[in-house]
Nanobody
C-alpha cells in the first residue's frame, strides 16, 4: 500500500497564488510518475499536471504559463505552484502517484484538497 497525502489548499482571491504539496510513501514500492488532477462539482476529474522521475512535465492547456509542477525524488514529494489563479480553477485537487513493485504497476490517489478562488 502507498499512502498519498496532499496539503496546501485553501481560499485565495483571483490573481493570487497557492502551492500544493503531495507526499507518497510505501514500503517496498518505488514511486514513479506523480501528478495533479482536479474535479469541480458535477464535472469529471482531469489531469492538471504530471511529472516523471526524470523531470518530464505535462500540463493541461488551461493552466500552461500559470501553474508549475516540480518534485523532490528523495522525498517522493510533488509540488504544484499555482499563480494567477482564476475562479474557474476552483475544484478539489487530487494527487496521483504511480508506484511499482516488481513487475507490477499501481496507481494511488490522495484524499483531495479544496482550492477555492473567490473574492
Amino acid at each position: 500500500q502507498v499512502h498519498v497525502v496532499e496539503s496546501g489548499g485553501g481560499l485565495v482571491q483571483p490573481g493570487g497564488s497557492l502551492t500544493l504539496s503531495c507526499a507518497a510513501s510505501g514500503s517496498g514500492f518505488s514511486i514513479d510518475a506523480m501528478g495533479w488532477y482536479r474535479q469541480a462539482p458535477d464535472l469529471q476529474r482531469y489531469l492538471v499536471a504530471e511529472i516523471t522521475t526524470s523531470g518530464n512535465k505535462l500540463y493541461a492547456e488551461s493552466v500552461k504559463g500559470r501553474f508549475s509542477i516540480s518534485r523532490d525524488n528523495a522525498k517522493n514529494t510533488v509540488y504544484l505552484q499555482m499563480n494567477s489563479l482564476k475562479p474557474e480553477d476552483t475544484a478539489v485537487y487530487y494527487c496521483k502517484s504511480i508506484a511499482k513493485r516488481g513487475s507490477f504497476t499501481f496507481q494511488y490517489w490522495g484524499q483531495g484538497t479544496q482550492v477555492t478562488v473567490s473574492s
